[in-house]
């Protein structure tokens, strides 16, 4: 079997993996999700050695993925709510989406770094580098 993976389905499990987008093989975050330090990135890939901060306030960009993320998801649970309880009193938008984003948050901040990294970075993935996990 090929060790490469196809370019195809590629770039798109690796961004739900979280994977460096040079080599899909190394961790773009140093803890789990629900880590206390779940914000905490690797200077650099442990595969490839790509530096992931490109320049210096990188990922203040990042902020603008985050914003678009968090309004459809509340667009979104905001409509379910209205039909799924026929429309509820304010205050119970506010409750439902309070626990939704603090459910949500570490999942908006990583996949907004990763989705910045992947289409503003400037890196392209080199099937060389992959290594088998």
């Known amino acids: 079997m090929d ?19 040079k080599c899909h093989s190394g961790k773009m975050f140093k803890y789990g999700i629900y880590h206390p330090k779940f914000m905490n990135m690797p200077e650099q890939c442990s595969n ?26 509340s667009i979104t649970a905001s ?12 205050m119970d938008y506010v409750y439902m989406l309070g ?16 989705l910045m990294l992947y289409l503003f970075g400037g890196l392209h993935y080199d099937p060389s580098l992959y290594k088998r996990s």
């Open 3 to 21: 060790s490469h993976k196809s370019s195809t389905d590629s770039a798109f499990i690796s961004i739900i993996k979280c994977k460096c987008p």
């Open 48 to 73: 490839c050695h790509q530096v992931f901060e490109i320049e210096p306030g990188f990922y203040w960009g990042a902020m603008y993925i985050s914003y678009a993320f968090t309004v459809g998801i």
């Open 79 to 90: 409509i379910l709510f209205y039909y799924l309880f026929n429309d509820p009193p304010v």
């Open 99 to 114: 626990i939704i984003f603090v459910v949500l948050s570490p999942i908006i901040f990583r996949y907004s770094r990763v």
